[in-house]
Each structure stands twice: as C-alpha cells, then as structure tokens.
C-alpha cells in the first residue's frame, strides 16, 4: 500500500493526499511532528535527505517533492490520462504551473508560517512576493476556469493549498476576483477534500 510520510497542517502534504483521493487511491500516512522539527531528524532525513515532507513510499519507490509526487500518481493511477496528459504541450503547459506551485507561491507558505508559527523570516518580503504572483495568476484566470487545458489538472493541485490558505499569512485574496472563482471551481472537483484552514464547498 501506499505510504505519505504526512503532516495534517501541511499545503505540501494536503496536495497528496487530495490528489490520491481523487483517484480513489487507498494509501496510508505516517504523522510527522513537523512542529518540534521531526522532519529535520536523522531518522527523517535518512528517507528525504532535504528534511522535508511529503514523502511517498509506492513499493519499492520513495519520492519527494510534492510536485514530483503528483506527477507520478497522475501518470501511474489516472486512468483517464486527464490530470496529466502526455502530448508535449500539455506537459509543458502544466510543468510551469508545478513550477510556480513549488516556488513564487511558497512565499505564501512562508508567510503562513510566520503567522501560525513564528518562525523568523521576512514577513513583508514573503507578502509582496505571494501578491506578485497572485496578480500574474489572477491575470492568467480571467479568461479561463483553471490554469490550463480548460479543465482541472495537477498545475491547479500544486497551486491550491497556499493560495487557498493565503490569509492565515495575513494576506487578503479580495483584490483577485478570478482567483477566488477558480478556488470554488476547485472546491467543486469530484473527490475534493479540504484540510484545516480551507473551508469546504458552501
């Protein structure tokens, strides 16, 4: 069976496990205290050497990163080939959103984490980095539902959680109408569940 080395309060965590249970994946997870810094631990970083999570342990497989991991559970589980379809435009289309999800939309992540749990980063820095990106994107999803191919696909997964979550890091998604519709258009995909912080579908 499937295992996700898991943090409940985690974005990255959350991406995984939404994405399994949209594929009706039976999966089970590890609790990693990522408060008290388990993650950091030799124990842990003998399975990631980052000292970071998620990690996914498919057989004989061990994966990190969670953009990483969603690529493989689209191409290896989704039968429908739709989360992440294998025509090279598509693929690229969507890997500069898994990009984006991995790295400018972290700043929201880390602005989170300065709120929630003090840790010593900038936190004006991290703000103005997460709402120079939440101006391209909410640009990109005027004209469209979600961020490419006019359907769902992994690129919105690994973009969700942090923006989803962007006010717990004192960040306010009012000035990005078209953000905010794309996250009810999320909210609404068949086998959606939500995490601390994200209400559910009214």
């Known amino acids: 069976m499937i295992k996700l080395y898991d943090f409940e309060l985690s974005g990255s965590c959350y991406k995984i496990r ?29 399975l990631n050497a980052f000292g970071e999570i998620p990690i996914l342990d498919d057989g004989d497989l061990r994966l990190r990163d969670a953009q990483a991991i969603l690529v493989y559970l689209a191409k290896k589980y989704d039968k429908s080939n739709q989360w992440y379809p294998d025509d090279a435009r598509s693929m690229g289309q ?13 700043n929201s992540a880390g602005a989170r984490l300065v709120k929630i749990l003090n840790y010593p980063l900038d936190l004006e820095k991290l703000q103005t980095g997460a709402k120079r990106v939440f101006k391209i ?16 696909t992994i690129a919105d997964i690994a973009c969700f959680p942090y923006t989803a979550m962007a006010g717990e890091g004192g960040i306010d998604l009012a000035p990005y109408p078209n953000i905010l519709k794309w996250i009810n258009n999320m909210k609404r995909i068949p086998g959606f569940i939500t995490m601390p912080g994200i209400p559910a579908a009214a």
Request: aromatic residues 8%; hydrophobic residues 40%.
């Open 18 to 46: 939404m994405m399994m249970n949209i594929l009706d994946l039976q999966y089970e997870t590890v609790t990693v205290d990522f408060v008290n810094k388990e993650h950091k631990t030799d124990k842990y970083t003998a």
């Open 137 to 152: 994107m909410d640009d990109h999803l005027a004209t469209r539902d979600f961020l490419e191919l006019g359907r769902p």
């Open 94 to 106: 969507i890997q500069q959103w898994l990009s984006t999800g991995g790295g400018e939309i972290m």
